[in-house]
Nanobody
Framework: QVQLVESGGGLVQAGGSLTLSCAAS????????MGWYRQAPGKQRELVAH???????KYADSVKGRFTISRDNARNTVALQMNSLKPEDTAVYYC???????????WGQGTQVTVSS
């Protein structure tokens, strides 16, 4: 059994910052990638950012230069530093982990981020 525990969501004014954190625990022994997705009301879930084992990262164009993803391999944690937040960043943010030679995908329960104008 694998658990992903997220924290750090909340309400912030436009231009503000938030940091999301996610910790993976349980029967997970080989993580290939960790990342964050988000889903706004009425929209599909989309990739925000992810980082793979070699340290390479990928960001959605809409967050490049504003968000930074970081990973602690020893602790199986991933964080998303979000700066210069915009109202269009409002969404439920989900932690995502791909493990076991890309055979398993795990999701967190989601954390709400609301950016007021």
């Amino acid at each position: 059994q694998v658990q992903l525990v997220e924290s750090g969501g909340g309400l912030v004014q436009a231009g503000g910052s938030l940091t999301l954190s996610c910790a993976a625990s349980g029967s997970i022994y080989s993580i290939n990638a960790m990342g964050w997705y988000r889903q706004a009301p009425g929209k599909q879930r989309e990739l925000v950012a992810h980082v793979v084992n070699d340290g390479s990262t990928k960001y959605a164009d809409s967050v490049k230069g504003r968000f930074t993803i970081s990973r602690d391999n020893a602790r199986n944690t991933v964080a998303l530093q979000m700066n210069s937040l915009k109202p269009e960043d409002t969404a439920v943010y989900y932690c995502n982990v791909i493990a076991h030679f890309y055979s398993d995908v795990y999701w967190g329960q989601g954390t709400q981020v609301t950016v007021s104008s």
